[in-house]
């Protein structure tokens, strides 16, 4: 196992905890659509003394001295982030997805200004207007949602809503929705309406780089991502944007929002980005793609609802009303059988965020583990399983130990390769 001793010898109880979230890690399915598993590669940056630097500002404009390693490494992740992206201009250092969306608004608008983004319920993101979110608070948002028919987006309906609404920007890019972006059709919406366009693709980055989604560079006046979700780098997050909003942007990430720069975060970015524009990396993402489908298709045949019938992406969402669960208790019951998943709002959801009539389901992290097509079909059959059984905390427990040792023979990149 990877606990380094000096921390097993140091500090025991915090050795236990990243030992028995080790073990979690390898003895469950993984498939919470936002997690995955980093490489050796990335961890050992991000535990490396990079961390002990302040250094607010950007490179070769900093405000404290010694910083001329962490300038040559903020510089190679920003340059590797254009490359990547192939976009005019990256800013590395926002902390969160949060942040780089926090720090695109400043960038963009005035407190108080429109924005129209993705309704909650319907896949959106907190940050894209939520009232209990700092978006809600400091801007006045309108939403658009999906056709209650299709589950899709209906472009003409968003083009309606801007029409109507007319906002400064239109926020495209979300945290549950399993079908294809038209950035493109975005673009032109949100130039009928004089808008600006972000895309917040914390989701789909590593698809994108992947050639397995469309990208929102050309078209978006700022894309933001969190890296630690398909893009499979160290949590944190980063910003491209056209190069007439670079000095906004960099402006709102500091001195306006952050202070110093994670700069071992920043580093692990870079290594990150490397992995990502290797050939490996497109297989990787097309595989994602081709897991869930096969995952999708496999539940729908095991009697599952899957929200607008199927995936384009690495996600999907199952509707658990005709199981007669809430999305609650078929995390639960699935989390007692060994599946990691979490509990969703789907379109038109009834049930309050916190229960929910659905779930969402990801591949990211077992595409990791490298698991394939066939190997979906395994992984629905635990679900499926673990669902009927949601009421039978013994078939829930035989089901665990057979995902355990389903999952065990897979490699743990991070773990295994360390
Ligand atoms: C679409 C989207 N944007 C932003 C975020 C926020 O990222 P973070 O949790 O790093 O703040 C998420 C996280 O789930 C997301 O899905």
């Known amino acids: 196992m990877v606990v380094p001793s000096s921390l097993l010898s140091s500090d025991p109880a915090v050795a236990r905890v990243v030992e028995a979230e080790e073990r979690r890690l390898r003895e469950n399915l993984v498939l919470i659509a936002s997690e995955n598993y980093a490489s050796a590669a990335v961890l050992a940056a991000t535990g490396s003394v990079l961390t002990n630097k302040y250094a607010e500002g950007y490179p070769e404009r900093r405000y404290y001295a010694g910083t001329e390693h962490v300038d040559a490494v903020e510089s ?242 199952v509707d658990m009303r005709p199981m007669g669960l809430t999305g609650k208790a078929a995390e639960a019951a699935m989390h007692a059988a060994g599946i990691v998943v979490n509990k969703n709002t789907i379109p038109g959801d009834p049930e309050s965020p916190m229960v929910t009539s659905g779930i969402r389901i990801g591949t990211p992290a077992v595409t990791s583990r490298k698991m394939s097509v066939s190997d979906m079909e395994t992984v629905a059959g635990f679900i499926v399983d673990a669902v009927k059984s949601a009421n039978d905390e013994v078939a829930l427990a035989r089901i665990k130990t057979a995902v355990s040792s389903f999952a065990t023979d897979f490699h743990v990149p991070g773990l295994d390769d360390a």
Do not use: W
């Open 76 to 317: 190679l992740a920003i340059d590797r982030a254009k490359e990547l992206f192939g976009a005019e201009h990256a800013n590395v250092q926002p902390h969160s997805g949060s942040q780089a969306n926090m720090a695109a608004y400043f960038a963009l608008l005035k407190p108080g200004d429109r924005v129209l983004g993705m309704s909650l319920d319907h896949g959106g993101h907190l940050t894209h207007g939520s009232p209990v979110n700092f978006s809600g608070k400091l801007f006045e948002f309108g939403h658009y949602g999906v056709d209650p028919e299709t589950e899709q987006l209906d472009y003409d309906a968003v083009a309606q809503a801007a029409e109507e609404f007319k906002p400064k920007l239109i926020v495209c890019g979300y945290t549950a929705y399993p079908r294809e972006i038209d950035f493109a059709r975005f673009r032109e919406i949100a130039d009928s309406v004089d808008a600006y366009l972000l895309a917040d693709v914390a989701h789909i980055a590593g698809l994108v780089v992947g050639d397995a989604h469309p990208s929102p560079v050309q078209h978006a006046d700022i894309v933001t991502t969190t890296t630690h979700k398909t893009l499979r780098g160290p949590r944190g997050a980063m910003a491209l944007t056209r190069s007439d909003h670079a000095r906004k942007y960099n402006s709102a990430v500091f001195p306006n929002m952050q202070g110093g720069p994670m700069m071992h975060s920043i580093a692990a970015k870079a290594v990150a980005f490397n992995e990502a524009v290797q050939p490996e990396f497109k297989q990787y993402a097309t595989q994602i793609v081709q897991n869930a489908q096969a995952l999708s298709s496999a539940l729908a045949a095991g009697g599952l609802r899957i929200v607008s019938g199927g995936t384009d992406n690495h996600l999907m969402l």
